[in-house]
């Protein structure tokens, strides 16, 4: 290899709210590396890759490097692509072209599958490569870290809208009596979970929280949602999109095959509308449905300032793996013991990470299986980096009645 090597790196699936800031830490850390020659961008992920669709990014200028840090989705460009092992060969055949040494790929568990089947076919044509997953995904579902930049971020935008949203039904309670808010998350509940985080005081919203760890019973949503609008008189109801009931059917998906995903799987949304449907229907309560879809993930200005550090922090050390020579392996973050949160990052082999999906643990999901448990606020809440907007109650000072009614 030669004493300075060609980098490559691209960003893949859903953007989020802190990727760039990653890339950010990468074309930094690049740019002062001795080692590293040409950093060279990847437009829309291996999807540019295949047609040499690539940026010098020695070349942006420096008060756009400046800014990336701050700037929500994917600067480079997405995307979401089923890789053959004939792609893989063709992306050999341009690395070697492009003199590239470094591979570096944002991603989730897809985008790390892609980095381990890129790094066997290296080794058997015997061309040298120090390819490197940096995570990222607002699922949360990565195994082998405490958590994956995009995740703390996601969830600070929802406990903020969730909050707000809170006020708003119960505000209005009279007329609208349930509102059921939809999250992503198409295999697990992190993201819907976070939305517990709302909560300032007792009985404040959201008062039901529904993850796809357990499979949906309507008797018992209906039970639950009954119960808490007997006490309360309102309900706030929070669903992840990819509920599923006891069969494994999904509560709402598309059938249309132009909906489905490269990989096959179907676009999931319309959660919310059908436990509406459900409640009104078997409960004759009237239920209305916020789905915030993709905004969510990309909020720049309800970033949480510990993701958008980490995700940094995770971009930087990317670049010093491959530069030390570390290859088939992710960057992950480890949780630092003590009363403060701290954080480090350090590198787990990528055959311990592709092909497995981090769920929720059942310690964090109440028994009741309609909530989270105190243990998983507790692992969230240093992630958010910050309070939430807190907002003021009028006392209940009420003015004595001067005439009797019935």
Same mark, same amino acid.
């Given at each position: 290899?030669?004493?300075?090597?060609?980098?490559?790196?691209?960003?893949?699936?859903?953007?989020?709210?802190? #990727?760039?800031?990653?890339?950010? $830490?990468?074309?930094?850390?690049?740019?002062?590396?001795?080692?590293?020659?040409?950093?060279?961008?990847?437009?829309? +992920?291996? =999807?540019?890759?295949?047609?040499?669709?690539?940026?010098?990014?020695?070349?942006?200028?420096?008060?756009?490097?400046?800014?990336?840090?701050?700037?929500?989705?994917?600067?480079?460009?997405?995307?979401?692509?089923?890789?053959?092992?004939?792609?893989?060969?063709?992306?050999? !055949?341009?690395?070697?072209?492009?003199?590239?040494?470094?591979?570096?790929?944002?991603?989730?568990?897809?985008?790390?599958?892609?980095?381990?089947?890129?790094?066997?076919?290296?080794?058997?044509?015997?061309?040298?490569?120090?390819?490197?997953?940096?995570?990222?995904? #607002?699922?949360? *579902?990565?195994?082998? %870290?405490?958590?994956?930049?995009?995740?703390?971020?996601?969830?600070?935008?929802?406990?903020?809208?969730?909050?707000?949203? +809170?006020?708003?039904?119960?505000?209005?309670?009279?007329? &609208?009596?349930?509102?059921?808010?939809?999250?992503?998350?198409?295999?697990?509940?992190?993201?819907?979970? $976070? %939305?517990?985080?709302?909560?300032?005081? !007792?009985?404040?919203?959201?008062?039901?929280?529904?993850?796809?760890?357990?499979?949906?019973? =309507? &008797?018992?949503?209906?039970?639950?949602?009954?119960?808490?609008?007997?006490?309360? +008189?309102?309900?706030?109801?929070?669903?992840?999109?990819?509920?599923? &009931?006891?069969?494994?059917?999904?509560?709402?998906?598309?059938?249309? /095959?132009?909906?489905?995903?490269?990989?096959?799987?179907?676009?999931?949304?319309? %959660? /919310?509308?059908?436990?509406? &449907?459900?409640?009104?229907?078997?409960?004759?309560?009237?239920?209305?449905?916020?789905?915030?879809?993709?905004? =969510?993930?990309?909020?720049?200005?309800?970033?949480?300032?510990?993701?958008?550090?980490?995700?940094?922090?995770?971009?930087?050390?990317?670049?010093?793996?491959?530069? *030390?020579? =570390?290859?088939?392996?992710?960057?992950?973050?480890?949780?630092?013991? $003590?009363?403060?949160?701290?954080?480090?990052?350090?590198?787990?082999?990528?055959?311990?990470?592709?092909?497995?999906?981090? %769920?929720?643990?059942? *310690?964090?999901?109440?028994?009741?299986?309609?909530?989270?448990?105190?243990?998983?606020?507790?692992?969230?809440?240093?992630?958010?980096? +910050?309070?939430?907007?807190?907002?003021?109650?009028?006392?209940?000072?009420?003015?004595?009645?001067?005439?009797?009614?019935?």
């Amino acid at each position: 290899m030669a004493a300075r090597s060609n980098l490559i790196v691209g960003q893949s699936g859903g953007p989020t709210a802190v #990727i760039n800031a990653t890339l950010a $830490g990468i074309i930094e850390t690049a740019a002062q590396s001795e080692s590293v020659g040409e950093i060279i961008g990847m437009r829309h +992920g291996v =999807q540019g890759l295949l047609k040499e669709d690539l940026l010098d990014l020695r070349r942006q200028p420096p008060e756009v490097l400046l800014r990336l840090r701050d700037t929500p989705s994917a600067a480079l460009g997405s995307s979401r692509m089923n890789v053959t092992d004939e792609d893989l060969t063709r992306m050999v !055949e341009i690395l070697r072209a492009h003199d590239v040494h470094h591979f570096l790929y944002i991603g989730g568990e897809g985008s790390a599958n892609v980095v381990h089947r890129l790094g066997h076919i290296v080794r058997d044509v015997r061309y040298e490569l120090r390819a490197v997953a940096v995570p990222k995904t #607002i699922d949360n *579902d990565l195994v082998e %870290t405490d958590h994956c930049p995009g995740y703390p971020s996601v969830a600070r935008w929802l406990a903020v809208a969730v909050r707000e949203a +809170g006020l708003d039904t119960e505000a209005i309670g009279v007329v &609208d009596t349930v509102k059921v808010i939809e999250t992503m998350g198409r295999d697990t509940g992190w993201i819907a979970a $976070g %939305t517990a985080l709302a909560r300032e005081r !007792e009985g404040e919203a959201p008062h039901l929280i529904y993850l796809p760890e357990r499979a949906f019973d =309507q &008797d018992r949503m209906l039970a639950d949602v009954s119960r808490v609008h007997r006490e309360l +008189g309102h309900v706030v109801v929070v669903v992840s999109e990819g509920l599923k &009931d006891s069969r494994g059917t999904y509560l709402s998906a598309s059938e249309r /095959a132009v909906d489905r995903d490269p990989v096959g799987r179907p676009q999931l949304g319309g %959660t /919310a509308q059908a436990v509406c &449907d459900i409640i009104a229907l078997r409960l004759g309560l009237k239920a209305r449905f916020d789905k915030p879809g993709t905004i =969510q993930r990309v909020s720049s200005i309800m970033a949480s300032p510990v993701d958008r550090d980490e995700a940094y922090r995770a971009g930087v050390a990317g670049v010093k793996a491959a530069g *030390d020579g =570390q290859t088939d392996v992710m960057v992950a973050i480890k949780r630092q013991a $003590g009363r403060e949160y701290r954080s480090t990052m350090t590198l787990v082999p990528l055959g311990q990470v592709v092909g497995r999906v981090r %769920t929720v643990p059942p *310690d964090y999901i109440a028994d009741t299986g309609n909530d989270v448990t105190p243990k998983f606020v507790s692992y969230l809440a240093p992630l958010l980096g +910050g309070m939430l907007p807190s907002y003021p109650r009028l006392a209940d000072a009420r003015v004595p009645r001067k005439l009797t009614t019935n």
